[in-house]
């Protein structure tokens, strides 16, 4: 990702946000667990059975695509047995990128409503 730039010149303020999808910033991954990923960017922390619950997914791909994205530092486990929830670490960079996402919708809504 990069991260946000702040400028302050002659009492003016600018933020430039990147328009990195947080599905995007990460090549390499397959289907389902994008699929997972944006599961879970819409939803928040979500429970194994929700994620076998998504179309075309099992209750082995979910454990199986769930572990690898755990591997890869892009999801973190929380809570152990029935409580175990999975989800981005609060703070990271996926959290700047789903911010980032929120914005985007924010701005999206802002200039629909500008234009009726």
Do not use: C, H
Request: aromatic letters at 8%; proline letters at 2%.
């Amino acid at each position: 990702f990069r991260t946000p730039e702040i400028n302050s010149v002659g009492g003016r303020t600018e933020v430039v946000i990147w328009k990195a999808d947080l599905i995007d910033s990460y090549p390499n991954l397959d289907e389902r667990e994008k699929q997972i990923l944006i599961f879970i960017e819409k939803n928040g922390r979500v429970k194994m059975t929700e994620i076998n619950q998504l179309e075309g997914m099992t209750e082995y791909y979910a454990k199986k695509f769930v572990s690898s994205l755990i591997e890869k530092e892009i999801l973190v486990k929380f809570g152990t047995g029935r409580s175990t929830k999975y989800g981005f670490e609060t703070g990271s960079s996926q959290m700047i990128a789903s911010i980032e996402n929120d914005l985007r919708k924010i701005q999206d809504i802002l200039v629909k409503k500008q234009t009726m």
